[in-house]
């Protein structure tokens, strides 16, 4: 079954009192963004709405990804936790045919609203308070007991699905996407969990029992408990709110991880250290439960011989980073593109702070990485995102590389300025990350690259402008092509005949690019050079002529360059 694209969701709760069929959702009204669009929140196989009617508050999810059997899977944890009655989930419905998009009728689940804030969002704020700590740390040891004496699993314990209230007291699970229960255990996984609290093991075995949430309830257990014991551990291991002490990359090697070298060099927390990184290096199935590990019980083999060394081995790189979602670079517009409506990370450098008011009369800011008139991703904080951040962005952010996750929105185009802009919008604290260069370009090279800095590569674009000038140019004999072009063209999308599947696009040669600019007499000056990939440091030029036809640098290349070109590329 093909689902509606994130578009097709959006045009429909425009107008959710006619697509939507449940009587109180369409009643109801759509939270928005600072544009007046529906506003999105993106996660596993599904977007989540926000929909208020009266009194109540209810989270709508719309799925745009197939999960097999998800109907079944759906009925059956709906009624086991109707039984349970447990505080630590949320009532909710799910509707086989909620919504009606372009004649089509599609699933939908109706959950009620959780309370307080996410896991991610709390740590943000009380990852220094002993006190608030200390009450989340026993939250996660009941909610650990409770699983393990029902025999059933959420299987994506983190952040973004625990929301904590009563100052840590009281949490609650939400998204049940890829829970287990007994009665569909013949179904199989539905996804892998959020790779910052999983086990390294998870993603080749794919188990589906009731052991799933050990590990994610070990890891934010430990991590808590290392910031109860140094509250500057937070920023000594660049804790952000997708990630609390450690990373998928720490669960990997745990022997060369400077962050259990960290914890293990503090007395209070080294034999606990050491125990969960042997649980990091055995099979995921030997995982103890969290009880068993605060106890010092079933750890799979002697801690004694572990050796945190915090470094990669002589000679070995340093491992490559390990994203929880799609890395992208935020000057690669082509590559964010392809993945609108799916939940990302996207890093760059600062080049423009843009305030400004909305229609409505609230402030916002962009944060753009290239020059408006064209192309590009920014960052967009609407008045609720300003709200929540504590430092607001100015002028003094421009040159910052910075991480961002988030929903990637569709395209936002003004043809009469000729400009496109995509966005992420940040409504949380903690969404958005300042980061060194050196770890902006570690995280962009990538899981299969340890170096800081890929290689450089000659642009086909700088070595036309070299043969027009008549220099020769030459090309490092250990440059690699890059995974992605951004001086070449935007994708172009291949027709497709099925609804809400988005087409996959097509590729165009980097040599091709230049060819088809050439023809259409839009060869770029040098002071005109599209965006480079991240490796370059240098700020963007953010102004382009509008309007009257091409400036002289954009006339018609001097007769014969094609063909002289094309002996040049290919003979």
């Not at 804790?239 to 450690?246: C, G, H, K, P, T």
Request: positive net charge; hydrophobic residues 40%.
């Amino acid at each position: 079954m093909a689902y509606p694209s994130l578009e097709q969701y959006n045009n429909a709760f425009n107008d959710h009192s006619i697509w939507l069929t449940d009587p109180e959702l369409k009643a109801g009204s759509v939270a928005t963004t600072g544009m007046g669009l529906p506003l999105a929140i993106s996660g596993g196989f599904a977007l989540t709405y926000t929909v208020t009617a009266g009194s109540r508050k209810y989270a709508v999810r719309c799925f745009h990804r197939e999960s097999k059997a998800l109907e079944r899977r759906y009925t059956a944890i709906s009624q086991r936790l109707s039984a349970l009655r447990s505080p630590y989930f949320l009532d909710f419905k799910f509707q086989s045919k909620g919504i009606r998009i372009d004649g089509g009728q599609y699933p939908i689940v109706k959950m009620a609203w959780a309370k307080g804030e996410t896991l991610g969002e709390f740590l943000e704020d009380n990852h220094g308070s002993p006190q608030a700590l200390a009450a989340l740390a026993s939250s996660l040891v009941a909610l650990s007991a409770f699983l393990e004496k029902e025999r059933i699993a959420h299987g994506d314990i983190q952040t973004g699905n625990l929301m904590v209230s009563g100052g840590g007291a009281g949490i609650q699970l939400i998204d049940y996407d890829g829970m287990w229960i007994d009665e569909i255990k013949d179904l199989g996984s539905a996804e892998l969990g959020h790779v910052n609290f999983q086990h390294p093991g998870r993603k080749a075995s794919n188990p589906f029992d009731a052991t799933l949430d050990r590990f994610s309830l070990i890891s934010l257990w430990f991590a808590i408990e290392a910031l109860r014991t140094d509250p500057s551990i937070w920023r000594k291991t660049n804790s952000e709110i997708d990630a609390i002490v450690f990373r998928a990359n720490d669960f990997i090697d745990p022997e060369s991880s400077p962050v259990f070298a960290l914890l293990a060099a503090n007395a209070a927390l080294s034999q606990r250290a050491k125990a969960f990184a042997v649980i990091c290096s055995s099979p995921i199935q030997k995982a103890p439960t969290l009880g068993e590990f605060i106890a010092g019980k079933n750890v799979p083999f002697p801690s004694a011989s572990v050796v945190l060394a915090g470094k990669p081995a002589e000679g070995k790189p340093r491992p490559g980073y390990i994203g929880a979602y799609d890395v992208l670079s935020a000057t690669d517009y082509g590559a964010c593109l392809s993945l609108v409506g799916n939940k990302v990370e996207v890093i760059g450098k600062i080049i423009e702070v843009k305030p400004g008011r909305a229609k409505n009369g609230k402030p916002y800011i962009f944060i753009n990485f290239g020059p408006w008139r064209g192309r590009i991703f920014k960052i967009a904080i609407w008045s609720d995102g300003l709200d929540a951040l504590r430092a607001t962005p100015d002028d003094s952010w421009i040159g910052k590389w910075v991480s961002v996750v988030g929903l990637m929105e569709p395209p936002y185009e003004n043809r009469k300025l000729k400009y496109s802009h995509l966005s992420v919008n940040v409504t949380t604290v903690g969404q958005m990350v300042v980061l060194s260069e050196e770890d902006a370009r570690w995280r962009l090279a990538g899981p299969q690259s340890g170096a800081v800095s890929p290689p450089k590569v000659a642009r086909n674009i700088e070595i036309l402008e070299r043969f027009q000038s008549g220099a020769r140019p030459t090309v490092s004999s250990n440059a690699r092509p890059q995974a992605r072009q951004t001086s070449s063209p935007p994708a172009r999308p291949v027709p497709s005949a099925s609804p809400g599947i988005k087409p996959s696009p097509v590729r165009v040669s980097p040599n091709q690019a230049v060819l088809d600019r050439i023809k259409s007499s839009q060869v770029p000056p040098p002071t005109r050079r599209p965006t480079p990939p991240p490796t370059q440091s240098r700020p963007i030029a953010t102004h382009q002529p509008i309007g009257g036809g091409p400036p002289p640098e954009l006339r018609q290349p001097e007769k014969g360059l094609i063909s002289r070109l094309l002996r040049w590329l290919f003979g």
